[in-house]
T-cell receptor
């Protein structure tokens, strides 16, 4: 079974530029999560999708971050314009709903550096 | 909302010894507590979890204990091996069905 795929793996941009990250979850997983992980901290949920609908985006800085999950499969997360404090690893995870398991499967992440 | 505190931030143990990582949570309604292991350059991976209706769960060298009254849970790794070196995160499933994570423990296994 293929895992969660993310691209790119690394990205360096200047502040005020824009950037986009892509995620392809495990086939059949209805729930998709985007997390921000700042160095030395645990992941922080940015947004959660159930199929192509948003379940929770309460911690997404909506003035600069946006995310979409068209057709309920892959997803993109965009930052525009980027700030220095956006430097972090952006993790995508997916989970299978309805099995009674809450396990989230993570991709390798995209390491963003904003200079 | 839920708050999860994790200690210690760094733990260094001799190969073959045991390691214990402790977490506390604040939301008494939380009922699911997973532990994730994150190796360098990789995403977190679930290693064990426990639900609020049990007090202990084991899987080979790994065990988790839960004390709902005191609102704390712990990860125990016995007979540590070099491949156990990683960052370990505890988390709690809060009443909003969101996973709240601890800050992580860097586990170092000394040869």
């Amino acid at each position: 079974e293929a895992g969660v795929a993310q691209s790119p793996r690394y990205k360096i941009i200047e502040k005020r530029q824009s950037v986009a990250f892509w995620c392809n979850p495990i086939s059949g997983h209805a729930t998709l999560y985007w997390y921000q992980q700042i160095l030395g901290q645990g992941p922080k949920l940015l947004i959660q999708f159930q199929n192509n609908g948003v379940v929770d985006d309460s911690q997404l800085p909506k003035d600069r971050f946006s995310a979409e999950r068209l057709k309920g499969v892959d997803s993109t997360l965009k930052i525009q314009p980027a700030k220095l404090e956006d430097s972090a690893v952006y993790l995508c995870a997916s989970s299978l709903v309805g099995t009674g398991s809450n396990e989230q499967y993570f991709g390798p992440g995209t390491r963003l550096t904003v200079t | 909302g839920e708050n999860v505190e994790q200690h210690p931030s760094t733990l260094s143990v001799q190969e073959g010894d045991s390691a214990v990582i402790k977490c506390t949570y604040s939301d008494s309604a939380s009922n699911y507590f997973p532990w994730y292991k994150q190796e360098l350059g990789k995403g977190p991976q679930l290693i064990i979890d426990i639900r609020s209706n049990v007090g202990e769960k084991k899987d080979q060298r790994i065990a988790v204990t839960l004390n709902k009254t005191a609102k704390h849970f712990s990860l125990h790794i016995t007979e540590t091996q070099p491949e156990d070196s990683a960052v370990y995160f505890c988390a709690a499933w809060d009443s909003n069905y969101q996973l709240i994570w601890g800050a992580g423990t860097k586990l170092i296994i000394k040869p």
